[in-house]
């Protein structure tokens, strides 16, 4: 809700009479002299955006989402994890469901339920302007006494009238970004691209981290990012991938059509930015010559169905992390998380045929 505008102080009526001794020194001028002076109305100060919603309105809304999320994720039912979820946090989650229900009953582990924990959550609730779609960050931990270690936005739908979790990243350490908080305790939004003030902006950070998994970070990745665990470890899976299959086979990464192109930034004490943002990535990997094949594993099973492949390509949608300096100096992506969310690939010639 916003806070109503003050409106301008009311000035005195004119001095007459009595009131003119009391201006003795500085004289007193009639009604209808010109020369008289006349207070001016003092501006108010504009006040503050709005914050997204109260701290004890976002618990709630934890709570809810924990709560049905539970629902949804006993029985795999996409219709009402919906309600609580959206953009690329539910194609990932959907894709659990997927890879899960393409087990033997046998092979799939039972569900355990879960919660967040209020008492160690620490919310960044930004104050948002008029029209600016509503939406929170919270740093969150599964486990009761355990500090927080991933990091969650949640977003407002409009047309369902609903809060919804939209991005969760499990971070590399328990150091928490520096968010600036103003005196209530809220926290600040800024533009997460074309943002001026800021060393890089979320596409830019996308482009980073598709170049380390498809380059090892050659053309931008080691330019937008200082080393991190979370850079390193997207370096590596490039570099382990170039050797995967030896002789017999290649293993390469590339980006892919992303739909998920939303992205939300809270200013940080140093005057820089955190950032999160999504991206889309595939990996392909394929026999060098024929005569070979690739089986797909049992978590393929949902996508490829045990059938032998020549080639498998891979779609993965990840949530990313980044602080970002307001100096040009490097950024720090500080987590990232991953799921496959499809497999496909042709079938050997001879299952082809077969079919």
């Known amino acids: 809700m916003e806070s109503p505008i003050r409106t301008a102080r009311r000035t005195s009526p004119l001095l007459t009479g009595a009131t003119c001794l009391v201006l003795a020194l500085t004289g007193c001028a009639g009604k209808d002299d010109p020369a008289q002076a006349r207070p001016t109305p003092s501006a108010s100060p504009a006040p503050k955006p709005a914050p997204a919603l109260s701290a004890a309105q976002a618990r709630d809304v934890i709570t809810r989402y924990s709560k049905i999320n539970n629902e949804a994720n006993a029985d795999r039912d996409r219709r ?19 890879e899960t229900e393409g087990l033997p009953a046998a092979d799939r582990e039972p569900y355990k339920p879960w919660s967040y924990d ?28 355990k500090a927080p270690s991933r990091l969650a936005v949640f977003a407002e739908q409009p047309r369902h009238k609903r809060w919804e979790m939209v991005s969760v990243v499990d971070l590399d350490s328990q150091q928490l970004p520096d968010v600036a908080l103003d005196r209530e305790g809220y926290a600040t939004a800024v533009p997460a691209n074309d943002n001026k003030h800021l060393a890089a902006d ?16 050659t053309n931008t990745g080691t330019k937008v990012f200082a080393p991190t665990k979370a850079s390193k470890r997207q370096i590596k899976v490039h570099s382990d991938a170039a050797t995967r299959f030896g002789d017999k086979g290649t293993s390469v990464f590339d980006g892919a059509d992303n739909r998920f192109t939303d992205a939300y930034a809270l200013k940080t004490a140093d005057g820089g930015a955190l950032i999160l943002f999504s991206h889309t990535h595939t990996q392909t990997d394929a026999v060098a010559h024929s005569g070979l094949q690739i089986n797909p594993g049992k978590d393929d099973r949902a996508w490829l169905h045990d059938v032998p492949r020549t080639s498998i390509t891979y779609t993965f949608v990840c949530n990313d992390a980044a602080t970002v300096p307001a100096k040009a100096q490097p950024s720090r992506l500080i987590g990232y998380t991953c799921a496959r969310t499809n497999a496909s690939g042709p079938p050997l010639p001879s299952w082809t045929a077969r079919a």
């Open 80 to 98: 009402q994890l919906d309600t609580v979820e959206d953009g690329a946090l539910y194609a990932m989650s959907v894709s659990d469901y997927t």
């Open 118 to 145: 209020l008492a160690s959550a620490k919310l960044y609730i930004p104050r948002l302007a008029d029209g600016q779609d509503r939406w929170f960050a919270a740093a969150l931990s599964s486990e009761k006494g």
């Open 202 to 217: 979320a596409d830019l950070l996308r482009t980073a981290v598709l170049d380390n998994f498809s380059t090892g970070g």
